[in-house]
């Protein structure tokens, strides 16, 4: 953690009067370039997921459909 000054209050001429320091992580380019790999929107991954999702969908509805025909079978 590193200790970061930052203006919390400021003149009307945009001269920082008042500063205090939080912690915070500082991030390095590197980091950020690493991170922008693993975010966004991928439609690829969104097609998967919604293509195992209707397909579990399909999957318990076929089963539900046999599972009832069986019953009402006896």
């Known amino acids: 953690m590193a200790h970061i000054a ?8 945009q001269v920082c009067e008042q500063i205090t ?12 370039d690493a991170l922008s790999l693993f975010s966004g ?3 690829e991954m969104f097609r998967i997921g919604f293509g195992g999702t209707l397909a579990v969908f ?5 089963v539900g ?3 009832n025909l069986i019953r009402k079978g006896k």
């Open 21 to 32: 320091y939080i912690e915070g992580v500082v991030v390095t380019q590197s980091q950020l």
């Open 58 to 62: 399909a999957v318990g509805l076929s």
């Open 6 to 13: 930052t203006c919390t209050h400021f003149s009307a001429s």
């Open 41 to 43: 929107f991928d439609m």
């Open 65 to 67: 459909l046999i599972t």
